[in-house]
């Protein structure tokens, strides 16, 4: 019999179930912030003390949540191929890969109690990814020269916010949405 070895395919079981939690746990958290962990259960379709293995306090799932989308951040960074041509172009799809991410960080953003973890206040690849799109777009003409990368940054993130509240506030397509951020995003950078 051909396979993958016990312990290899419980392992793959339980990141996916890891996985699901988390998921779970930004959707149920995104509709009600103080949601108990048995709403996050459910929504995970597993049972209270599967969830409890992996996160036996709430303070332990808002640490994986954290990590979870530090990891989910690197990887749109990556998927936006942003060492690829004009930096404004790639700046732009690196701000459609950020946008896919939607409710992860728009609870990142809006729970202080994730929001402040010593993670999040420090650099990641992912930010200096960023600051050097933007130094990039300096260098290349295709951003203006005088938009501080670290104010790019802030003001990236900014619109990012500003769209998924406009699709949950007003009930916007998420389309129409990133369209008006990625219009907004080429007109604040433009030379």
């Given at each position: 019999?051909?396979?993958a070895p016990v312990?290899?395919?419980?392992?793959?079981?339980?990141?996916?179930?890891?996985?699901?939690?988390?998921?779970?746990?930004?959707?149920?958290?995104?509709?009600?912030?103080?949601?108990?962990?048995?709403?996050?259960?459910?929504?995970?379709?597993?049972?209270?003390?599967?969830?409890?293995?992996?996160?036996?306090?709430?303070?332990?799932?808002?640490?994986?949540?954290?990590?979870?989308?530090?990891?989910?951040?690197?990887?749109?960074?990556?998927?936006?191929?942003?060492?690829?041509?004009?930096?404004?172009?790639?700046?732009?799809?690196?701000?459609?890969?950020?946008?896919?991410?939607?409710?992860?960080?728009?609870?990142?953003?809006?729970?202080?109690?994730?929001?402040?973890?010593?993670?999040?206040?420090?650099?990641?690849?992912?930010d200096r990814t960023?600051?050097?799109?933007?130094?990039?777009?300096?260098?290349?003409?295709?951003?203006d020269s005088e938009?501080?990368?670290?104010?790019?940054?802030?003001?990236?993130?900014?619109?990012?916010?500003?769209?998924?509240?406009?699709?949950?506030?007003?009930?916007?397509?998420?389309?129409?949405?990133?369209?008006?951020?990625?219009?907004?995003?080429?007109?604040?950078?433009?030379?």
């Amino acid at each position: 019999m051909t396979g993958a070895p016990v312990g290899v395919a419980r392992t793959a079981t339980r990141a996916r179930t890891r996985r699901a939690i988390l998921d779970a746990a930004v959707t149920v958290l995104c509709r009600d912030p103080a949601a108990a962990l048995g709403e996050i259960a459910v929504e995970a379709g597993v049972g209270r003390t599967t969830l409890h293995r992996y996160f036996p306090e709430r303070t332990d799932l808002l640490d994986g949540l954290s990590r979870h989308v530090l990891e989910r951040i690197a990887t749109a960074t990556e998927r936006a191929r942003t060492d690829e041509g004009l930096a404004v172009v790639a700046l732009a799809r690196l701000c459609q890969e950020y946008f896919a991410l939607g409710d992860a960080l728009a609870l990142i953003f809006s729970d202080p109690q994730i929001a402040c973890r010593p993670e999040w206040s420090e650099q990641t690849s992912a930010d200096r990814t960023l600051l050097r799109l933007v130094e990039r777009g300096h260098a290349d003409g295709s951003i203006d020269s005088e938009v501080d990368p670290l104010w790019a940054q802030q003001l990236l993130w900014a619109l990012l916010y500003a769209s998924w509240q406009h699709v949950n506030d007003n009930s916007v397509a998420r389309y129409d949405a990133l369209g008006h951020c990625l219009r907004t995003l080429r007109k604040a950078f433009a030379p």
